[in-house]
């Protein structure tokens, strides 16, 4: 994964932090279709109280800016739970994400041989999946998507199931209103045709691009001016440095890495209002899970204003944003 969010200003109506329903996940790919899930969710929204209907998600700075400064939101790691049956970067723990109400995936971005982009972390397909040897013998890249869909992907406890590899159209079409996205580019894949297909299906302001140097920032402000951009700031004259590359405040998201995440720095991202990103799964995850003590992340959740973790359906159990600090971000998001 990599770091993180901030993006443009475009106005969003009311939104609940308590994400829709999706209705009962199958194993299956072949029952996972984007259409399958839109009357899913159609169906499971007649069923809660947690979400205005006839609502679009807000831009996810507005988002950042009205969430009550003692609670942080929850990114899963590349977009599934660590010891669950659910694939990495895949349709299927998109929808379990949705349904546990995390509010964040982070996801990984590939492009194969014949220009068609799909969600895979590795460069190569053994650790993640299984099938014919003549495909899982291959670089992703020199893949074809209709061998690809030969593969079978293993789940996060290197069980094979029924799921194929994922395109990212399907997962953006599917994400669209209900789950906020960060994209890490693969170095497989175009950014340039990785942001078209982002524009194209209406996400831009639901994304967060994350660069890894300078060069890349600048490379995604020039395809995408309007978005959020995740920027590794480290220390507090970081944030002039970028900006005089030519990337606006207004845009940045801070990852702060390994950390530690210094009330220093956390104080300097404040007075930008630059939301800061920080990740429970260099360290945390293991604490916590050795441990046993969830309070971990409370504590570790004080001055990050996003928590990318492994464990993300846990993560989120315990920093769920609730009562009225929830109904006061509904109201803040109603007024941008």
Request: charged fraction near 20%; aromatic fraction near 8%; hydrophobic fraction near 40%.
């Amino acid at each position: 994964m990599t770091k993180f969010l901030g993006s443009n200003f475009y106005k969003g109506s009311i939104f609940s932090i308590l994400l829709l329903s999706a209705t009962a996940l199958s194993s299956c790919q072949k029952g996972n279709t984007t259409d399958k899930i839109t009357k899913d969710d159609v169906r499971a929204s007649n069923n809660t109280s947690n979400i205005s209907n006839n609502t679009t998600y807000p831009d996810v700075i507005d988002l950042f800016a009205c969430k009550p400064a003692e609670n942080a939101f929850v990114a899963a790691h590349r977009g599934t739970h660590i010891g669950s049956k659910f694939p990495e970067n895949s349709l299927i723990s998109l929808q379990a994400l949705v349904k546990n109400n995390v509010s964040f995936a982070e996801i990984d971005v590939a492009q194969l041989t014949d220009g068609k982009l799909i969600t895979f972390h590795d460069g190569t397909w053994e650790r993640r999946s299984v099938g014919p040897n003549e495909v899982l013998s291959l670089p992703v890249a020199a893949t074809t998507w209709e061998q690809s869909q030969k593969l079978l992907l293993k789940d996060t406890n290197d069980a094979i199931t029924a799921t194929r590899p994922s395109s990212f159209a399907d997962i953006l079409t599917y994400a669209k209103d209900k789950i906020y996205l960060e994209i890490d580019f693969k170095s497989s894949a175009s950014e340039a045709d990785v942001i078209s297909k982002i524009k194209s299906a209406g996400m831009l302001h639901q994304v967060i691009l994350i660069s890894y140097t300078t060069e890349q920032a600048q490379r995604l402000h020039n395809l995408a001016p309007t978005a959020a951009i995740s920027v590794g700031i480290f220390k507090p004259n970081d944030i002039k440095d970028l900006e005089a590359q030519g990337i606006p405040i207004n845009v940045m998201t801070a990852w702060t890495g390994e950390g530690p995440l210094t009330l220093e720095l956390a104080n300097a991202l404040r007075q930008h209002n630059i939301p800061i990103l920080a990740a429970s799964f260099f360290s945390i995850d293991n604490q916590v899970k050795q441990s046993g003590n969830t309070y971990i992340y409370t504590e570790f959740a004080k001055l990050p204003d996003l928590i990318v973790t492994d464990s993300a359906f846990q993560t989120q159990q315990v920093l769920e944003i609730k009562g009225n600090n929830l109904q006061n971000m509904k109201t803040c998001l109603a007024q941008q």
